[in-house]
């Protein structure tokens, strides 16, 4: 089982910035995927970005191209969302997943889950 531990979550004033991560207790294979999610009360869990390690790749949800960046550091197995020029639609609970191999078209085949950290948008 692979453990994710979130951090960086906090308050953000409109087209600020923030970063987030998510350490990793291990990579078990060659290439994983790595992801972001939001979620709000009442709403459906929306897929942010994702990042997989071998191939290299990052893939963006519409809404945040542009905006938010994906990264890893292999070193220290921690992912990282950054996060700028935000608006109040990108408030809510940041959670990353994990599966081993190629990202999964559905979600509920994600195998790991952090515990998830606020991030609120306000003036």
């Known amino acids: 089982q692979v453990q994710l531990v979130q951090s960086g979550g906090g308050s953000v004033h409109p087209g600020g910035s923030l970063r987030l991560s998510c350490s990793v207790s291990?990579?078990?294979?060659?290439?994983?995927?790595l992801a972001w999610f939001r979620q709000n009360p009442g709403k459906e869990r929306a897929w942010v970005a994702s990042?997989?390690?071998?191939?290299?790749?990052?893939t963006y949800a519409d809404f945040v191209k542009g905006r938010f960046t994906v990264s890893m550091d292999d070193d220290k197995n921690t992912l990282f969302l950054e996060m700028t020029d935000v608006g109040a639609e990108d408030g809510g609970t940041y959670i990353c997943?994990?599966?081993?191999?190629?990202?999964?078209?559905?979600?509920?085949?994600?195998?790991?889950w952090g515990q998830g950290t606020q991030v609120t948008v306000s003036p």
């Open positions: 997943a994990y599966r081993g191999g190629d990202c999964p078209l559905d979600t509920r085949y994600f195998t790991s």
């Open positions: 291990r990579l078990p294979y060659v290439n994983n995927c």
């Open positions: 990042l997989t390690t071998a191939p290299s790749t990052t």
